[in-house]
């Protein structure tokens, strides 16, 4: 009997310890687009939750109205048509209907506006946020800042489809992601110094102007550990669609742990650190020369624009 355990016993030490390596690559769930996905992206925060909630009213109620006119349609044809009702109703007034015609849509929409301005305040701003982050866009990059956490700055460029790896997302992949810690309030500072851009994270329900010259305020928090996949979605020029946005989530510990390595990684006097040099084929726009697609940037100058390094090089 003995002969038989320890090999049943080595084999189980060797299944625990496998799934031991296995559950923290499962438990960092990514929230990207899918194929065919035909509903909106899981919720990751209690921002897209309650917004997957009010369009589950809204659907309801719209579809409940769909089935109503659609069968009334249907009744008024069947009854009232000319071979059942040769003779048509003269009646112009009725006191009822028209005000029935008249309440029951207000009361529809006062049911719609009640959770939807309740919505609307709840995105707009969290007043006990636990970390600030600063977020600059840039043709074509995204640029993060961490005042509260020693004014760590960092950019962050999309990885080009000859560089991706295996598993990677094509247009969705970043050299630096925005790291924050899970079941935090996070509050976002956008501006930006170029033109428009969005900044769009689906999963995390957060969709918000950067515009050049103001500072404009939201938040979003993330309820677990993962990996939150969006990108700008307001069109601003050229390389538009390659300004992907990778969030990722990580427990209190780690976020620790990482802000020592970043605070080593992206050190750099307190100026801006561009942490990769975007290719030209990725980052300049047509017609512009392949040299102005970086520019050199003295400690404590602000980092040029690509449009405006394109500019200067003119």
């Known amino acids: 009997m003995r002969t ?12 625990v310890a496998a799934l031991g390596l296995i559950t923290p690559a499962l438990a960092q769930q990514v929230y990207a687009p899918r194929p065919w996905e035909m509903g909106m992206q899981a919720a990751g925060g209690p921002l897209k ?20 006119v659609a069968g009334l349609l249907v009744w008024v044809m069947w009854r009232y048509n000319a071979k059942r009702n040769p003779i ?14 008249t309440v029951v849509p ?21 007043p006990d946020a636990d970390l600030t982050i600063k977020v600059t866009a840039h043709q074509w990059y995204w640029e993060y800042s961490y005042p509260d956490k020693g004014n760590i700055d960092f950019s962050s460029y999309i990885i080009p489809d000859d560089q991706l790896k295996p598993g990677q997302l094509r247009l969705l992949t970043v050299d630096n992601d925005l790291v924050v810690p899970a079941g935090k309030n996070i509050r976002v500072l956008e501006n930006s110094t170029d033109v428009i851009h969005s900044f769009f994270v689906p999963s995390l329900g957060v969709q918000r102007y ?3 010259g103001r500072t404009i305020e939201t938040w979003f928090r993330a309820d677990k550990p993962g990996i939150y996949v969006g990108e700008c979605n307001q069109i601003c020029g ?10 990722r989530a990580v427990t209190p510990q780690d976020f620790d742990a990482w802000l020592v390595e970043a605070k ?11 942490a990769s040099v975007t290719p030209p084929s990725v ?9 102005a697609a970086t520019a050199a940037k003295a400690p404590g100058e602000k980092p040029f624009s690509l449009l405006a390094a394109a500019q200067v090089q003119r």
């Open 264 to 274: 080593t990684k992206f050190a750099d006097a307190g100026s801006p650190v561009v």
């Open 88 to 101: 048509p109703s003269q009646t112009s007034h009725n006191t009822f209907l028209e005000v029935a015609w």
């Open 283 to 291: 980052a300049t726009p047509l017609g512009t020369p392949s040299g």
């Open 238 to 247: 050229t390389n538009h669609s390659r300004m992907p946005i990778v969030v």
């Open 4 to 15: 038989y355990w320890r090999p049943c016993a080595a084999l189980i030490a060797t299944l």
């Open 106 to 126: 207000i009361l529809i929409l006062v049911v719609m506006a009640i959770p939807s301005f309740r919505l609307v305040y709840y995105l707009d701003r969290t």
């Open 49 to 68: 939750q309650q917004a997957i909630d009010l369009h589950d009213l809204v659907l309801v109620i719209i579809t409940l109205i769909t089935l109503f």
């Open 210 to 212: 950067a515009i050049p």
